[in-house]
């Protein structure tokens, strides 16, 4: 049992209920078992509150209805918001509290037909570690993004859905730098917004409402005599440019993008109005990501996927496979599954590559090509996972497009 549903128990009617504690209960429930985010939102008739856990949402409590006025209202006072306003929506972040562990919390109120829906964003310094070596990449993916850092200069992106591990696995990069050339080395930032501060990096946060812009800022940027630059996110034709040919005048940046696929950033950057031929110059390579949830360690059992998944599997893979799934335990708060790992799929620009993004080929012509080359996709890499008893195959499934096999 929680200890929001014990506080609940414990009080005489709903009268009794102090919000302030409610609150720091959920709060602290959410954050115990390492929480990304939490949701509470008015539905029908109960105000209920989901976490995201390794990726999911759970549901953590239902609360009365009539609680919801009270409990936004105490936290928007938390995040500095207005508090008498419910017909807009506003973002705000409570700064570290020692009584919440010394997370930082960003919290985005939306306004609904219901009333407010409250998420809040748990960072957790704590629980962050931007070592190379513990994003879970395969050793062969993790040794060619390292040599890929060690270029002077290029484009690195990283592609993927919300959530993916783009931030953490671009954060660690930009870590292992610091940690390899130390001071020798002028690495900047441009962000939206900074999740965590790295030391000997600079860093800013873009504020387009004072036009402040990706653009802007990377203009401006490019004069700060930098070596490397990293690009929060790349999600207009000026920033493309700006970035593109960055990389190809002695800078190395690295950055995300949005795309349907690994192969496909290539399309995407062209509908951008950038040139094949300064891509095939500039971009030294691309990972992919998704990530997914691990087996609890303390409950994992064999068990056989069921028989329309195992058709997706080769024959002779079935024969050695060592499936195991997580049946749910204290440990795991029953879910079956402890923590997260990375699923990578790298594209690393060669000649043959070059050629394919001169001729403007589709992206599932490119993404075959890349393949020839010895491009691993991300059910290649999703499916060991799964055969070697990290997570069951359905999580793979769950994670990686059905076009990817």
């Not at 919300?162 to 001071?183: D, E, F």
């Not at 960055?246 to 950033?265: D, E, F, R, Y």
Request: glycine share 8%.
């Amino acid at each position: 049992m929680n200890q929001t549903t014990r506080y609940l128990q414990s009080v005489s009617d709903q009268q009794a209920i102090e919000i302030g504690a409610l609150v720091n209960y959920l709060l602290i429930d959410a954050i115990k078992v390492g929480a990304s985010d939490i949701h509470i939102e008015p539905w029908e008739s109960t105000l209920v509150v989901r976490i995201r856990l390794n990726g999911v949402l759970n549901e953590l409590v239902h609360l009365p209805l009539d609680l919801m006025e009270k409990i936004s209202g105490r936290i928007k006072v938390m995040a500095s918001l207005i508090s008498y306003q419910t017909d807009l929506p506003q973002e705000g972040h409570a700064p570290a509290n020692a009584e919440l562990g010394g997370v930082e919390l960003r919290i985005s109120v939306f306004p609904t037909v219901r009333g407010e829906k409250i998420v809040i964003r748990i960072f957790d310094p704590s629980n962050r570690s931007f070592d190379l070596g513990s994003l879970g990449f395969e050793e062969e993916t993790l040794q060619t993004f390292i040599k890929l850092l060690a270029r002077p200069s290029g484009l690195i992106l990283l592609t993927g859905p919300t959530g993916s591990g783009k931030t953490t696995a671009i954060y660690a990069a930009l870590y292992h730098l610091v940690q390899r050339s130390g001071p020798a080395i002028s690495i900047s930032s441009v962000e939206d917004p900074v999740e965590f501060n790295l030391p000997m990096i600079s860093q800013a946060q873009i504020n387009p409402h004072k036009e402040f812009t990706y653009p802007v800022a990377l203009r401006s940027l490019m004069r700060q005599d930098p070596q490397v630059i990293m690009v929060g996110e790349i999600r207009d034709p000026e920033t493309a440019a700006i970035a593109v040919q960055a990389g190809l005048t002695g800078h190395l940046v690295i950055s995300t993008i949005h795309s349907g696929s690994t192969a496909g950033v290539f399309a995407r950057l062209i509908n951008m109005d950038i040139e094949p031929f300064l891509l095939a110059s500039s971009v030294s390579g691309v990972i992919g990501l998704r990530l997914i949830r691990k087996n609890c360690t303390y409950c994992a059992q064999p068990y056989q996927p069921e028989p329309g998944f195992l058709r997706l599997v080769p024959p002779e893979a079935i024969e050695t496979a060592a499936f195991r799934r997580g049946v749910g335990c204290a440990e795991c708060v029953h879910t079956g599954y402890s923590g997260r790992t990375a699923v990578t799929e790298m594209l690393v620009v060669n000649e043959v590559l070059r050629d394919a993004i001169l001729q403007k080929m589709p992206t599932r012509s490119l993404q075959q090509v890349a393949i020839q080359q010895g491009m691993q996709t991300l059910w290649d890499m999703g499916l060991r996972r799964a055969l070697s008893g990290q997570t069951p195959l359905e999580e793979i499934l769950r994670v990686v497009a059905v076009d990817q096999f």
